[in-house]
């Protein structure tokens, strides 16, 4: 059986996956691991971006590494074959409706963000996007010609109480462990979708997590205050797309996108996915200058929450720290190193 199962896919998740094997071979000799085509990689083998297969393989894992996907070789694919879709499949396919984005500012990069060192200066926001729903997955959607001309295209988004409230819980619950705090964020002034979400979150919240403190914002807003006072946040709860824009930004107040890990994670017991934020970045991929620490520290996150060895997480972490302060930076953090020579530093420190 397989422990971990990397996905490298495609641009430069092939040369951040290979660092992560790297760490994991030495961090932890005893785990199976394998790896599979995937994305725009397995849409050329196989002429499909998620084979059978490999979702088969992913389930019956215990932790699942993807590298990235998508880059404009397959910009002309049908959207239901593109890299893209093979991601949402595997998300759905597994069921890890619950992302935790953490965006934590390591102290020796507090100087590497775009923004002032006193604004960003021991952050630690932990933001849990909806992963499985809303205007990602609704129905109906798609492009149809009309016949006056022109054409109109549909997204929907849609939500459930059902849906709301289990990822709501992983918020209420990782909050406990943490500052105690959830800051909800929807567009209820303008959406419907919105109105359930801020009233189901706030019965939760009455209901179960009492003791937590629940903030509700716009999520507009919550874009406009992450600039601001980012240091406000501990846990954000928020749906599918305002997640994936949101996390984005949270990133870059740490620095770099090419540092911010990911899990997804579903049912209790369920193999977990692990992804770093970042994309494929086609403009640099090929070329061994990639900061794999996202895709390093998406493993930490596998070991702590999917493969039960926390013990070896906390080294992970400890070895990362370590290897900035000794000065360790790959270009999108203003230094010099190439990928490998990134995996060495932290190898090195481990
Ligand atoms: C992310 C990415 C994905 C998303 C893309 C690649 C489908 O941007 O994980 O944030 O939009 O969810
Ligand atoms: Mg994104």
Redo the contacts with the bound molecule.
């Keep these: 059986m397989t422990d971990l199962l990397l996905l490298p896919g495609d641009g430069i998740g092939p040369e951040v996956t290979a660092e992560v094997r790297r760490v994991a071979e030495r961090l932890c000799p005893d785990l199976t691991l394998d790896e599979r085509p995937f994305g725009g990689k397995s849409y050329d083998i196989a002429g499909s971006p998620l084979t059978e297969e490999t979702l088969a393989e992913a389930k019956a894992a215990k932790a699942v590494l993807m590298g990235?996907?998508?880059g404009p070789k397959w910009a002309s694919v049908p959207r239901d074959k593109r890299?893209?879709a093979g991601?949402?499949g595997l998300?759905a396919g597994m069921g890890v409706f619950a992302?935790l984005?953490p965006a934590l500012c390591f102290q020796p990069l507090a100087d590497a963000s775009t923004l002032k060192r006193e604004v960003v200066e021991g952050l630690d926001i932990m933001i849990v996007?909806e992963?499985t729903g809303g205007i990602?997955f609704g129905s109906p959607r798609g492009i149809e010609v009309l016949t006056a001309g022109g054409k109109r295209a549909v997204d929907t988004q849609v939500y459930t109480t059902a849906e709301i409230e289990r990822v709501g819980r992983v918020a209420f619950e990782l909050a406990r462990g943490r500052r105690n705090k959830v800051t909800s964020c929807e567009k209820s002034n303008v959406m419907d979708s919105g109105l359930l979400w801020r009233e189901v979150v706030t019965e939760l919240h009455k209901a179960e997590y009492a003791d937590v403190t629940l903030e509700h914002m716009l999520a507009d807003n919550a874009a406009m205050q992450l600039v601001k006072n980012p240091r406000q946040f501990d846990v954000i709860l928020t749906d599918?797309?305002f997640?994936?824009i949101l996390?984005?930004e949270a990133a870059q107040l740490t620095g770099s996108l090419g540092m911010l890990p990911?899990a997804a994670l579903g049912a209790p017991g369920a193999p977990g996915l692990y992804?770093p934020?970042h994309?494929?970045a086609p403009d640099i991929a090929g070329q061994g200058v990639a900061n794999p620490l996202a895709a390093i520290l998406s493993f930490e996150m596998a070991l702590r929450w999917s493969l039960g060895r926390a013990d070896l997480a906390d080294r992970l972490f400890a070895a990362v720290n370590r290897a900035l302060e000794q000065g360790a930076r790959t270009p999108d953090l203003g230094g010099k190193l190439g990928t490998r020579e990134m995996g060495d530093a932290v190898l090195a420190a481990l």
């Design positions: 990235a996907v998508g890299p893209e991601l949402l998300r992302n984005r996007r992963l990602y599918n797309l997640g994936d996390s984005d990911s992804e934020i994309g494929s």
